[in-house]
């Protein structure tokens, strides 16, 4: 059923709990994630990548979400994710998504403010905005392994939200969630997750609008169970769900080509791997 996604939040908060939101490149995947929200009964976010929505294919992905979400019998939101561009933001809303994270992390301060205050005035009031502060490190769409270059830069922790910004940030953006760099990464980590909960605590007493944990995938659970104690409400995942996904493809490919190019029944795993990530991830977030 179609939701307000900070209200979907700020409820889930009110009964000690976080709602995750999971990246979904196709329909397949979307499917899996709702199915395992109406079985737990928990409301849920769908998350489109901004090199999705500046496609029209990926805008006609962002239709079916907007009737999938609408028909499932627990709250679902489509949130358009990490949009730094004011059109693909536009397209996305005229294609369904209710929600954009408006993303000016990388920009300086006084830019970032300004993309959230131009994305509130293209999209208008109904649009549930999130903003993001401190820059978080790794790529959204791929995970390198720690050995590959490109992890380096996934490691770095530089670019920390910076606390004493975000009473200023929050009040003259008006935005209705908040993104925030403590450590976390897209991608994976190199060793075990370093979260700074010291920064967390610092920034979650400086504002009342529920935080968003970005890069949880490789957070171990015991840690993301504590994320809504300090008022962090929903946490998005991507690369562990992918993980899954395409170790089941690969394990079961060739099996099923030799049963006929099976892909049905290919799809059927698919759909199983993520629908047990998605609903072991609402357990964890929701217990
Ligand atoms: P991970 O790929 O690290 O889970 O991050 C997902 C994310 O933050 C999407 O916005």
Same mark, same amino acid.
């Given at each position: 059923?179609?939701?307000?996604?900070?209200?979907?939040?700020?409820?889930?908060?009110?009964?000690? *709990?976080?709602?995750?939101?999971?990246?979904?490149?196709?329909?397949?995947?979307?499917?899996?994630?709702?199915?395992?929200?109406?079985? !737990?009964?928990?409301?849920?976010?769908?998350?489109?990548?901004?090199?999705?929505?500046?496609?029209?294919?990926?805008?006609?992905?962002?239709?079916?979400?907007? #009737?999938?979400?609408?028909?499932?019998?627990?709250?679902?939101?489509?949130?358009?994710?990490?949009?730094?561009?004011?059109?693909?933001?536009?397209?996305?809303? #005229?294609?369904?998504?209710?929600?954009?994270?408006?993303?000016?992390?990388?920009?300086?301060?006084?830019?970032?403010?300004?993309?959230?205050?131009?994305?509130?005035?293209?999209?208008?009031?109904?649009?549930?905005?999130?903003?993001?502060?401190?820059?978080?490190?790794?790529?959204?769409?791929?995970?390198? *392994?720690?050995?590959?270059?490109?992890?380096?830069?996934?490691? !770095?922790?530089?670019?920390? %939200?910076?606390?004493?910004?975000?009473?200023?940030?929050?009040?003259? %953006?008006?935005?209705?969630?908040?993104?925030?760099?403590?450590?976390?990464?897209?991608?994976?980590?190199?060793?075990?997750?370093?979260?700074?909960?010291?920064?967390?605590?610092?920034?979650?007493?400086?504002?009342?609008?529920?935080?968003?944990?970005?890069?949880?995938?490789?957070?171990?659970?015991?840690?993301?169970?504590?994320?809504?104690?300090?008022?962090?409400?929903?946490?998005?995942?991507?690369?562990?769900?992918?993980?899954?996904?395409?170790?089941?493809?690969?394990?079961?490919?060739?099996?099923?080509?030799?049963?006929?190019?099976?892909?049905?029944?290919?799809?059927?795993?698919?759909?199983?791997?993520?629908?047990?990530?998605?609903?072991?991830?609402?357990?964890?977030? %929701?217990?």
């Amino acid at each position: 059923m179609r939701t307000q996604l900070d209200q979907l939040v700020t409820s889930a908060l009110q009964q000690g *709990s976080a709602v995750p939101a999971f990246t979904c490149y196709d329909f397949t995947t979307a499917l899996a994630v709702v199915g395992a929200a109406e079985e !737990s009964g928990r409301g849920v976010i769908l998350l489109v990548a901004p090199k999705t929505a500046a496609t029209p294919n990926g805008l006609r992905l962002i239709a079916a979400l907007r #009737g999938l979400a609408d028909a499932a019998s627990v709250p679902v939101a489509v949130q358009l994710d990490h949009a730094s561009d004011l059109q693909v933001m536009a397209d996305a809303v #005229g294609a369904g998504a209710d929600s954009v994270l408006a993303d000016g992390s990388s920009l300086p301060y006084e830019d970032n403010v300004a993309l959230v205050v131009a994305a509130r005035e293209l999209l208008g009031a109904d649009v549930v905005l999130e903003a993001e502060l401190g820059g978080l490190a790794g790529d959204e769409d791929r995970a390198f *392994s720690a050995d590959q270059p490109a992890a380096e830069a996934g490691v !770095s922790v530089a670019g920390l %939200t910076d606390s004493a910004q975000v009473e200023d940030f929050v009040a003259r %953006t008006g935005a209705q969630l908040l993104a925030v760099a403590v450590g976390n990464v897209h991608g994976k980590y190199k060793g075990e997750p370093q979260l700074r909960w010291d920064v967390l605590q610092d920034i979650a007493v400086r504002t009342h609008i529920p935080l968003v944990l970005h890069g949880a995938s490789g957070i171990p659970a015991e840690e993301l169970v504590k994320a809504a104690a300090m008022n962090v409400g929903k946490v998005n995942f991507n690369t562990e769900l992918r993980t899954g996904v395409l170790a089941t493809l690969q394990e079961q490919l060739p099996a099923h080509r030799a049963d006929g190019e099976n892909l049905q029944a290919l799809l059927g795993h698919w759909n199983r791997s993520a629908g047990e990530f998605a609903g072991a991830t609402l357990a964890t977030l %929701t217990r």
